[in-house]
């Protein structure tokens, strides 16, 4: 296997985790006022160090992949739904943002409000997530 594929598929595999961990993360904040301003703390900085350095990276390479890959219709679905997914988490991750500067201000159902805007499109990310990855594994094996 081309370590520029070897590469692009750790990357997506961290990116996944990174959405595996939010999940979590979101699910436990269902507690006290503390408890979701905490979880929003951890929360924003996976987003910031891990999530966001793992899509640069696919991008690069998913870009270098498909200047040098064949071109059957394929590639062009994966390639759609890859930043379908992609740009939702770009919205995840400034409903984040955006949560974490409400609760720097105490403005909680500024923060809450946020936070239930990520939960609607959280869950269709992941699904989607996981179709790119399906209609990759299809395509190279």
């Known amino acids: 296997m081309d370590l520029a594929v070897i590469v692009h598929v750790l990357l997506v595999g961290i990116w996944i985790g990174c959405i595996f961990i939010a999940w979590i993360l979101e699910y436990a904040r269902h507690g006290s006022v503390e408890e979701h301003r905490h979880l929003s703390v951890i929360h924003f900085r996976i987003d910031k160090y891990m999530e966001g350095s793992a899509m640069a990276g696919i991008l690069l390479s ?6 040098r890959a064949p071109q059957p219709i394929l590639i062009d679905v994966k390639v759609v739904l890859a930043l379908i997914a992609i740009s939702i988490n770009f919205y995840c991750i400034y409903c ?13 159902e500024v923060a809450e409000t946020y936070a239930l805007n990520q939960d609607r499109v959280g869950i269709p990310l992941y699904l989607l ?13």
């Open 96 to 108: 984040f943002v955006m949560r974490q500067n409400a609760f720097m201000g105490n403005q909680v």
């Open 62 to 67: 998913s870009a270098y992949l498909y200047l």
């Open 129 to 141: 997530a996981t179709m790119v990855l399906g209609i990759v594994a299809y395509f190279r094996y």
